[in-house]
């Protein structure tokens, strides 16, 4: 069975997924930096680039946004565009936009620039294909582009239709809005991270869903109202507790920012990242086994294949993936070996295709990328060397202090809160996250003052309760 447990903080939104009292899967949502990925904008083409079919458009961020471009399309500067994102803003990459819009419902896709219905793949079964299809077909007299998802298996025609006048009728509102005013103006915000989950993965598998936002509880209560009732019973609320301590997640999550994983036998994982690929390397360590040494190196190897799926999916680490596996001298092993890693990866909703063994016998992986990975949110480059996800990041101090400052309103009578910090921190907190800092005081009723102390290091960092 499973288990969401939804933790709702002044800096972000952290959602994860336990199965078999295992991580499976975790979400963040910055909330002071929000995500943007499938918002709707009305743009302004600013920069048309015909050398690398590319017109860079106005969507009112900071810098211009990326679109792909055909020379047959029709579009000039100054021309406002009917834009989504694509493509997250990674790292210098600006966010990449498409104007093949697309709508997601509980059951089906709506893209109403093509004429296509398609169906997900993940659907195997012919005759129920042939259905579906079949009663999508019977209500778009339009023939607007359609996508069955997985969750429609064994839908009546009713339910299916319902979902499609939803997305049609959010459609409409967006065209509506796109013609009025000028400028660049946000048309359509995509729901929160966690709420999508939640609404898209409801079935009968989720044990419970449990919340420490009494707000988040509420809307999750509403939107399950309306899919089916008995999942209401499934919510728990821990209000203002810190849940991923009470359900034992935080050490989980610990475990993901280590670069050492340890595996069941007694062997481990080398989780090393940089900015062009990440390397993964695979280690007998404590397990010696009983037989003989390939053996135990190629039962090493077989249980690493369904720790780095996992990993992979918790870190969500995309791009170029190397991993040294232990070396095996049978042929017909190297053979399994690769034959379980791609079982193991065929679970992840994300592309991802094993590539093959290079010269030097190191197995290639790509993983699509669509966001940065979850150190990006938990750590930073240290102040000092300048090294990569070597300190906690502002948002992990914050997420650390709100959680603190639960557990001090919870057992006890301190209203006063001093955070002793570096210079540095204190500047960024200043300049960056004064705002948070006052959320906080709002939310828990308390005050926080900062100080800076010089030459202590990030470490040292101190919460003293007045």
């Known amino acids: 069975m499973k288990q969401i447990i939804v933790q709702s903080l002044v800096s ?24 943007t990925k499938s918002n709707i904008y009305r743009g302004i083409v600013k920069n048309i680039k015909p050398g690398i079919e590319a017109a860079f458009v106005d969507i009112g961020f900071e810098k211009m946004a990326y679109l792909p471009i055909k020379p047959s399309d029709k579009i000039k500067n100054g021309m406002e565009v009917l834009v989504q994102i694509n493509k997250e803003a990674v790292g210098t990459k600006a966010p990449k936009l498409t104007q093949e819009i697309s709508l997601s419902g509980r059951y089906l896709v709506l893209i109403p620039s093509n004429d296509r219905i398609t169906i997900s793949n993940k659907i195997s079964e012919e005759k ?18 359609i996508i069955i998802r997985t969750e429609a298996v064994n839908c009546d025609i009713d339910t299916l239709k319902e979902d499609f006048d939803l997305l049609i009728q959010r ?6 809005q796109f013609k009025l005013g000028i400028g660049p103006k946000l048309l359509y915000r995509e729901l929160d991270l966690d709420t999508k989950y939640i609404k898209d993965n409801i079935n009968e598998d ?23 009732k008995s999942y209401i019973n499934k919510l728990i609320l821990e209000e203002n507790r810190d849940v991923f301590d009470l359900y034992k997640v935080s050490k989980e999550i610990d475990k993901a920012l280590s670069k050492k994983v340890w595996l069941k036998s007694g062997g481990y994982l080398i989780i090393e990242k940089t900015e062009a690929l990440t390397v993964i390397d695979v280690n007998t ?9 390939e053996e135990t190196m190629y039962k090493t190897n077989l249980e690493a294949c369904e720790e780095i799926a996992r990993q ?11 991993i040294d596996f232990i070396d095996l001298q049978k042929k017909k092993s190297k053979e399994n070996l690769i034959k379980r890693l791609e079982e193991c990866l065929k679970r992840d909703k994300r592309k991802c295709e094993v590539l093959g063994i290079t010269r030097l016998g190191l197995v290639e992986i790509a993983r699509r990328r669509e966001k940065d990975s979850i150190d990006s949110y938990y750590l930073k480059a240290c102040d000092n060397c300048g090294s990569d996800f070597s300190q906690k990041s502002i948002n992990y101090m914050l997420d650390d202090l709100e959680k603190e400052i639960m557990r001090i309103k919870e057992h006890t009578d301190y209203n006063n809160i001093l955070m002793e910090l570096t210079p ?28 800076k102390i010089e030459h202590i290091n990030q470490k040292d960092t101190k919460i003293i309760y007045k």
């Open 285 to 293: 360590g404590k397990f010696t086994g009983n037989i003989s040494r």
């Open 312 to 322: 992979l999916n918790i870190r969500d680490i995309g791009g170029i993936i190397i």
């Open 171 to 176: 459609y409409n509102d967006i065209s509506k």
């Open 424 to 451: 540095y921190i204190y500047n960024k907190m200043v300049d960056e996250y004064s705002n948070a800092l006052k959320k906080l005081e709002k939310k828990y009723d308390v005050n926080i003052e900062i100080t």
């Open 12 to 35: 972000s939104t952290q959602t994860a997924v336990i199965k078999d009292n295992k991580l499976v899967e975790l979400l963040i949502e910055d909330n002071i930096h929000k995500k």
């Open 206 to 228: 989720i044990d419970k869903i449990i919340f420490n936002d009494k707000n988040k509880y509420t809307e999750i209560k509403s939107i399950l109202s309306n899919i089916d």
């Open 128 to 145: 129920e294909r042939f259905r579906l299809k079949k009663l999508v077909k019977s209500f778009n007299k339009e023939k607007l582009g």
